[in-house]
């Protein structure tokens, strides 16, 4: 039976993962109040210097591969992953040959993908691309990665997130959704403190869609803010100017702490020469009115001349080096799963069921397939326990049924002891329909609300890392206490099966038709729900970083895990309360 699954898992690894938005910058730190900042995880090499014994017990895996349902499943499942894989391909083109090849031939530029290559250790190995379906299929169009392609990758070992414009698409212009993107990016900065890199080559704002993207709070001019905001919090800032930097645009590099522009190719300006010509009848030249010579000698908007693109990465790189921040040294020594993670393709039914599934499931995950339970007898529709993901100390809690009253009892008890062993939290999300409904027991249900508010508010105020997998179903209010985006996981991803509304959308439907009064809207109702809950179409909105393939999993986990202990192994920065001030 495994050739059968060998013959179907010539899947195309799908590295890369996707989003939504910074909704609200937080308030300054003066002292870092993150408890688990101080203190490196634990990893399993410093586990196994203690003691030579492997911790924990193996889960039982075993699966019959040739089972009816696996086949059907597995058959499914890695069409939707092949599916996936061929809109990140196009995704990946940016805005398509003809635009690439002016963009390289006539602009004499490189394309973002390169230039991550030439400012990254290893873009096509280690860079966790976030929110690439982002702007995918909108109702204004297709914006491939929202013209602006952005993730967290390594420079000199330094974990750093990168916003990086694609100028191949319509100029490299500010979508709705790309201004979202970026908000984001920001927001996973501050909550990581991470290092932000702007790589900018950008028209500004799309100009028809303007009043979606200028007046609102959370509108284009919140990017400028929080990049003060992240500044005084000690966030340091980079800005690379390789092309144009318009308007609003104009302030992403003036505001950072540093920035870089490329000679004949960077330009920063309020108004482009047309404007200049409408206002005043004079006709000026890109590189006189902003170009690099203007910023590095004379306005001090730029600190650093690069004669050449390369070497503008290569400064950049420079200045990462200079921001004193140790990088992680991620742990060694530790085991694969003892089952194949392709067979997870044939574990999530194609309603997005896994109940009975999770520990099979978590066996394909966790090093060397052990686990250390906690409370296994009781609340048994939610597993907890600890594991290590590649030498990562983690808590799991993952989905095994309904989250009923002791499910949702023992999550909160399990999510306590990971804040209180500085632990970060994983969350395995697929919630299964309530039985208490169907059984009529109203006492029981409503006993239920308050354990899963119980849950919920636990998870809400954890300051340890949380990381949320929607890995089936993601419906409703138990969702909640499961970590869904609104409980601001640090990062949060779908498999491509998976679903994610207010309810399940067959039912959804037929409420919403018997509400309305038009019973015949049933049937729209339901296509139009079904296609709004699908993976996708929450990723292209940014209500998750990304759809990941199941057989992804375990590696995009420990990228995160690696992530965040690079905040874990460094000194809270020190606070200045503003920014850094460009004088
Ligand atoms: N809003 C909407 N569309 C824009 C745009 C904007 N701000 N800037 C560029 N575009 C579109 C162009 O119309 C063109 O569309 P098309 O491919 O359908 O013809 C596409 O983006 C590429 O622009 P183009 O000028 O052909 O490319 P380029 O590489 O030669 O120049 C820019 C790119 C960004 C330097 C140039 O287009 C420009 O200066 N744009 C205006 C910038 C501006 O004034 N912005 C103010 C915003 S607040």
Redesign the pocket.
């Known amino acids: 039976m495994t050739t059968f699954v060998q013959i179907l898992c010539k899947i195309r690894s799908p590295r890369l993962p996707f989003p939504s938005s910074l909704s609200e910058t937080k308030k300054l730190r003066k002292t870092p109040s993150v408890p688990w900042q101080c203190a490196q995880f634990r990893t399993c090499s410093g586990a196994a210097s203690k003691s030579s014994e492997t911790p924990f017990v193996p889960l039982e895996g075993e699966i019959d591969t040739g089972h009816v349902d696996f086949q059907a499943n597995f058959v499914h499942n890695y069409q939707l992953n092949d599916q996936l894989q061929e809109i990140l391909g196009i995704v990946q083109a940016g805005g398509g040959e003809r635009?690439l090849k002016?963009?390289t031939e006539v602009?004499k530029k490189i394309f973002v993908r390169d230039r991550l290559r030439l400012l990254l250790d290893d873009y096509d190995n280690e860079f966790l691309e976030l929110s690439s379906l982002a702007g995918w299929d909108m109702e204004y169009g297709r914006i491939p990665a929202a013209s602006n392609v952005c993730g967290v990758g390594k420079v000199r070992g330094t974990w750093c997130t990168v916003s990086a414009s694609d100028?191949t698409i319509?100029?490299?212009?500010s979508y709705p959704i790309t201004v979202n993107k970026q908000l984001r990016m920001q927001e996973i900065c501050q909550q990581n403190s991470l290092p932000a890199i702007y790589i900018i080559d950008?028209?500004?704002?799309?100009?028809?869609l303007q009043s979606e993207i200028f007046p609102d709070k959370n509108h284009g001019g919140r990017v400028f803010y929080n990049e003060a905001v992240l500044s005084a919090q000690g966030i340091s800032q980079l800005a690379i100017v390789c092309?144009?930097c318009?308007?609003?645009g104009a302030y992403v590099p003036t505001m950072a702490d540093e920035a870089i522009i490329m000679h004949k190719i960077g330009t920063i300006f309020l108004?482009?020469p047309p404007?200049v010509q409408a206002a005043t009848g004079e006709r000026v030249t890109s590189e006189d009115l902003g170009g690099a010579t203007l910023h590095c000698r004379v306005s001090g908007c730029t600190d650093h001349f690069a004669a050449t693109e390369e070497e503008g990465f290569a400064m950049g790189r420079d200045s990462i080096s200079t921001l004193n921040i140790t990088p992680p040294s991620d742990p060694v020594g530790w085991k694969e799963p003892l089952y194949s993670q392709d067979e997870l393709l044939g574990l999530v039914s194609q309603s997005g069921e896994v109940k009975g599934q999770m520990r099979k499931i978590l066996a394909r995950l966790v090093d060397g397939s052990r686990f250390h339970e906690f409370k296994k007898l009781y609340g048994t529709t939610l597993i907890s326990g600890f594991a290590f993901v590649k030498g990562h100390l983690v808590g799991i809690v993952a989905n095994d049924g309904e989250l009923s009253h002791d499910a949702a009892i023992k999550g909160a008890h399990f999510a306590e002891l990971c804040q209180h062993r500085n632990i970060p939290l994983i969350f395995l999300q697929s919630v299964s329909e309530d039985e208490s409904w169907a059984e009529g027991n109203y006492e029981l249900i409503a006993e239920t609300l308050k354990a899963r508010a119980k849950m919920a508010a636990v998870v809400a105020c954890m300051t340890v890392p949380k990381i949320t997998v929607i890995v089936g179903k993601s419906y409703g209010s138990s969702s909640f206490a499961m970590c869904s985006n609104s409980f601001d996981p640090r990062f949060v991803f779908m498999w491509p099966n998976a679903r994610v509304g207010l309810h399940n959308p067959e039912e959804m439907a037929t409420l919403a038709a018997q509400e309305s009064g038009k019973p015949e809207m049933e049937e729209k109702l339901r296509e139009k729900f079904q296609k709004q809950s699908t993976a996708v179409f929450a990723s292209s909105r940014m209500w998750n970083d990304g759809v990941i393939a199941p057989q992804d999993t375990r590696n995009v986990l420990s990228q995160c895990l690696s992530i965040l202990s690079q905040q874990a192994c460094n000194e809270p920065y020190t606070y200045q309360d503003r920014a850094v001030l460009r004088m």
């Open positions: 635009s002016k963009h602009n100028a319509k100029g490299g212009t950008s028209g500004g704002a799309f100009l028809p092309g144009s318009t308007a609003g108004g482009g404007l």
